[in-house]
T-cell receptor, first 113, second 111 residues
Framework: SQTIHQWPATLVQPVGSPLSLECTVE??????LYWYRQAAGRGLQLLFY??????ISSEVPQNLSASRPQDRQFILSSKKLLLSDSGFYLC????????????FGPGTRLLVL | QKEVEQDPGPLSVPEGAIVSLNCTYS??????FMWYRQYSRKGPELLMY????GNKEDGRFTAQVDKSSKYISLFIRDSQPSDSATYLC???????????FGTGTRLTVIP
């Protein structure tokens, strides 16, 4: 089965600072990769997904961007954080078409002050 | 109307009770259905994964899918305090890339 690594686990950043969250995947190749945000007490909001290296689809307009420099590496970035960027960020890996479900990483808790 | 609807709870039950968690959906093209369990401050972990209609059992957990009613359920038998978590339903249609999630039901099992 797949293993998803995310770091850091917790991050406190001032408003206006940059952000880089990294996700790496083991145990699979050519996965679809996903970034979700989960606000306190709310469901999962899909931010970005990628079906291959350099291929990024954005689901919602926002202050964030994503990149996939390698097959099993997915990065979430921001040039200037906003207070509203606070939340729990989850990386997930899966195969297209429901052939395999999505597996989630442990998440990064981001607090923007 | 949301693609997937899930009662957010919270739901509190005594230890040993049978728990029923449910989701409804509107897209008849959904073919794969999942239940995830998420402990506080952790990533969701997959509990059950089913294809199309029918039942699937795994230990104390049973997943049911009724495509005619667009309704899925997760039953937990002999509930334990360790089952206390948020349960998320999710679904996807064949050939698609994205899962659609419910908002999650928060369950507390009281010893």
């Amino acid at each position: 089965s797949q293993t998803i690594h995310q770091w850091p686990a917790t991050l406190v950043q001032p408003v206006g600072s940059p952000l880089s969250l990294e996700c790496t995947v083991e145990g699979t190749s050519n996965p679809n990769l996903y970034w979700y945000r989960q606000a306190a007490g709310r469901g999962l909001q899909l931010l970005f997904y990628s079906v291959g290296i350099g291929q990024i689809s954005s689901e919602v307009p926002q202050n964030l961007s994503a990149s996939r420099p390698q097959d099993r590496q997915f990065i979430l970035s921001s040039k200037k954080l906003l207070l509203s960027d606070s939340g729990f960020y989850l990386c997930a890996s899966g195969l297209a078409g429901g052939r395999e479900t999505q597996y989630f990483g442990p998440g990064t808790r981001l607090l923007v002050l | 109307q949301k693609e997937v609807e899930q009662d957010p709870g919270p739901l509190s039950v005594p230890e040993g009770a049978i728990v029923s968690l449910n989701c409804t959906y509107s897209n008849s093209a959904f073919q794969y259905f999942m239940w995830y369990r998420q402990y506080s401050r952790k990533g969701p972990e997959l509990l059950m994964y089913t294809y199309s209609s029918g039942n699937k059992e795994d230990g104390r957990f049973t997943a049911q899918v009724d495509k005619s009613s667009k309704y899925i359920s997760l039953f937990i038998r002999d509930s334990q305090p360790s089952d206390s978590a948020t349960y998320l339903c999710a679904m996807i249609q064949t050939g698609a890339n994205n899962l659609f999630f419910g908002t999650g039901t928060r369950l507390t099992v009281i010893p």
